[in-house]
């Protein structure tokens, strides 16, 4: 098409425009009566704005914007060295088991109190064995060097009694762990399983 035809298109819209806007519009059935006045406002002031309090998340997503992140281990090297020995065991001898490191034992143990389920909720399990429907089986904790340091002794116990009313098996490995002390941890799973 040539600039003219074009030109004349562009004119021919705007002119349908133009006639569409004069269009009366059909007029609403309900009309405020003749002697309708509008009711007095107090006054004309706005009201003030009122301030929203900014919400926790809101505060965190600040907080994690402003600053930088660097990756951690998950595990420590010794930790590391039991989730290999495990892993290779539970894969050898318990098809279908599964370990998992570094887990809220709020995740794997609920409790109708409240407070009981808060005294576990932030406590970590090292390593939880789980069989193959995706049950808790064992809770493994490796107490290694730098363990016990604090009030550890009270915390293990309190893992521990948790466990234990759950039907969990709670398997400590020390520092100086030997290879009878994984297979210790296979037949508890056999027995576990029968």
Not at 157 to 180: D, N, P, Q, T, W
Request: contains cysteine; proline residues 3%; aromatic residues 10%.
């Amino acid at each position: 098409m040539d600039l003219l035809t074009w030109g004349l298109i562009a004119a021919a819209v705007v002119v349908y425009l133009i006639s569409a806007k004069k269009k009366k519009r059909p007029q609403n059935r309900y009309q405020r009566p003749k002697d309708y006045q509008a009711p007095e406002r107090r006054s004309r002031e706005r009201a003030p704005e009122v301030a929203r309090e900014e919400t926790i998340a809101e505060r965190q997503l600040s907080t994690v914007r402003s600053n930088e992140f660097y990756k951690c281990p998950l595990m420590n090297k010794g930790e590391y060295g039991v989730f290999r020995k495990l892993e290779k065991l539970l894969s050898t001898s318990h098809r279908g088991y599964r370990i998992f490191a570094q887990v809220s034992l709020g995740e794997i143990l609920g409790s109708d109190d409240t407070q009981a389920y808060f005294a576990i909720n932030s406590k970590r399990a090292d390593f939880v064995i789980i069989d193959w429907a995706g049950q808790p089986v064992a809770v493994v904790e490796y107490h290694g060097s730098g363990h016990y340091k604090g009030n550890a002794t009270v915390r293990d116990a309190v893992k521990r009694e948790a466990c234990k009313s759950a039907g969990i098996a709670f398997i400590e490995l020390h520092e100086h762990y030997s290879e009878k002390d994984i297979l210790s941890i296979s037949d508890y799973l056999q027995v576990k399983a029968a």
